[in-house]
């Protein structure tokens, strides 16, 4: 079952009169605890929205996180020790649907080629240069469907990535994984199969082969929620070039740059109810 969580009715009542006061709240926090690059994007609405881009070389990972105006948060944590991916969605319930003064959380980890972002110590080399422009990537990489097909235990999934269990603190029971995932992450790190069906378990056996989508709130039914995700802009690859050496006349190669590129996730998973499909990309 997803989780609802509870947060003070002044706060919903102000992100209701104004997601931009809310918008601007979070990006004051945010600025702070991850304050390396700060990039302004326009959205399909010609909004402009601000993504913050942060290294960890700690961890060995870059978290990319921003708000929409509706104050759904959108962090994706790019965990390159483990050629992994964890995207968490953070959104407020729906006061038609009696959800007022609540928001649910809901992760997603996924394999992630080594080339999706760069390597987290170029990223903590990167400099803000014309931080009031607004950016535009290089290169759309399209759309990248998937579907979930388990719910991952957060509390036994440190084996996986040891920043699941923080990340998806909030998403215990609605953190999504594919088990063919589970189970390559399994037999790459000699974690024994049995282990393996503890830590994912499918969703609801009652759902058929062919379940129905989500699209009535009022169904109490088995569904498939589908969910788009945009990262508008990232880091995707170093760029280089070459130059002539003057005292031996050799060429030299160096980074001189950056490749920015833009990618939508298409998730797909099932729940036990429409009520827990509030999220809509």
């Given at each position: 079952m997803m989780l609802i969580y509870s947060i003070s009715p002044s706060s919903v009542s102000?992100?209701?009169?104004?997601?931009?006061?809310?918008?601007?709240?979070?990006?004051?926090?945010?600025?702070?605890s991850l304050g390396d690059l700060v990039i302004n994007f326009s959205n399909r609405g010609d909004e402009v929205l601000q993504?913050?881009?942060?290294?960890?070389?700690?961890?060995?990972?870059?978290?990319?996180?921003?708000?929409?105006?509706?104050?759904?948060?959108?962090?994706?944590?790019?965990?390159?020790?483990?050629?992994?991916?964890?995207?968490?969605?953070?959104?407020?319930?729906?006061?038609?649907?009696?959800?007022?003064?609540?928001?649910?959380?809901?992760c997603f980890v996924i394999e992630s080629p080594p080339d999706e972002f760069i390597p987290p110590d170029a990223m903590s080399k990167l400099r803000q240069k014309n931080p009031g422009s607004i950016r535009s990537p290089e290169e759309d990489r399209g759309r990248d469907n998937q579907t979930f097909d388990s719910i991952l235990s957060v509390e036994q999934s440190q084996w996986i990535s040891p920043l699941i269990p923080s990340i998806c603190d909030e998403a215990h029971h609605s953190t999504?994984?594919?088990?063919?995932?589970?189970q390559f992450w399994a037999a790459k790190k000699g974690?024994?199969?049995?282990?393996?069906?503890?830590?994912?378990?499918?969703?609801p056996?009652?759902?058929?082969?062919?379940?129905?989508?989500?699209?009535?709130?009022?169904?109490?039914?088995?569904?498939?929620c589908r969910l788009q995700?945009?990262?508008?802009?990232?880091?995707?690859?170093?760029?280089?070039c070459k130059v002539?050496?003057?005292?031996?006349?050799?060429?030299?190669?160096?980074?001189?740059?950056?490749?920015?590129?833009?990618?939508?996730?298409?998730?797909?998973?099932?729940?036990?109810?429409?009520?827990?499909?509030?999220?809509?990309?």
């Open positions: 102000n992100v209701r009169r104004s997601s931009a006061v809310y918008y601007f709240l979070w990006l004051t926090i945010c600025q702070t993504e913050i881009i942060a290294a960890n070389k700690t961890t060995n990972s870059v978290t990319l996180e921003y708000v929409k105006f509706d104050g759904t948060v959108v962090t994706q944590v790019v965990d390159s020790a483990n050629n992994l991916t964890i995207i968490r969605i953070l959104q407020l319930g729906e006061e038609e649907l009696g959800q007022l003064g609540t928001y649910q959380a809901i999504f994984v594919r088990s063919r995932d589970v974690v024994d199969a049995s282990r393996t069906v503890q830590l994912s378990k499918p969703v056996s009652q759902i058929s082969n062919r379940p129905l989508v989500c699209d009535d709130f009022g169904s109490s039914q088995p569904c498939l995700i945009v990262i508008p802009w990232f880091p995707c690859a170093l760029k280089y002539r050496d003057s005292a031996t006349g050799r060429k030299q190669r160096y980074r001189c740059g950056i490749r920015t590129c833009k990618r939508i996730r298409s998730f797909s998973f099932l729940v036990e109810n429409a009520r827990q499909c509030l999220l809509d990309g």
